[in-house]
């Protein structure tokens, strides 16, 4: 029996997600003080779906998700900031997580933004300490919402000039 082999092809996802990588490193290049690149990089790379419809629901719900983490992760940081207990902020992260989880399936978000959702969470609350926290986590809001528009720009101007149709590219 003869094993099925598969082309090797790039196709036009690929493309797009590459150019707005491209686009969102050198958005954040340009306006380091607003955008983050890590966070426009990974919106791009998460929101860019085969065409513009679906990049634009990927998009908001991407930064649905980011927004919920932030603002549950902000209240864990009052609190922390507020009593200084390290026995306090533990026990507070974990109610967070809980709880960002709760408001992700009240809103019905995918179980996978979900769990990015949990991820911009604990970049909030772990990644920095004191007021730095509040500032990080709206430039995340900033880089995502910057990421989720560059995707749905390059899938829009995609679709328009190549059509929604994916053809792969043979290498």
Known sequence: MEAKTEKLSVTGTDLR???GLILALLLAHFLPAAIQPLSAGTA???????NARFTWKSGLTRLE??????VIAL?????DNAVQSAYLFIL??????????LCCRLV??????ARVSCITFALVTLAT????????AALRVLGTAAGALIALGVAWLWDRCFGKKQEAAQI
């Open 17 to 19: 997600l590459g150019l």
């Open 44 to 50: 791009v790379i998460m929101c860019t779906q085969d």
């Open 65 to 70: 998700g980011v927004v919920i983490g932030g």
């Open 75 to 79: 209240l864990v940081v009052l609190a």
């Open 92 to 101: 507070l992260c974990g109610i967070g997580v809980v709880l960002n989880l």
């Open 108 to 113: 019905r978000m995918p179980g996978v933004v």
């Open 129 to 136: 300490t004191g007021e730095v926290r509040f500032k990080y």
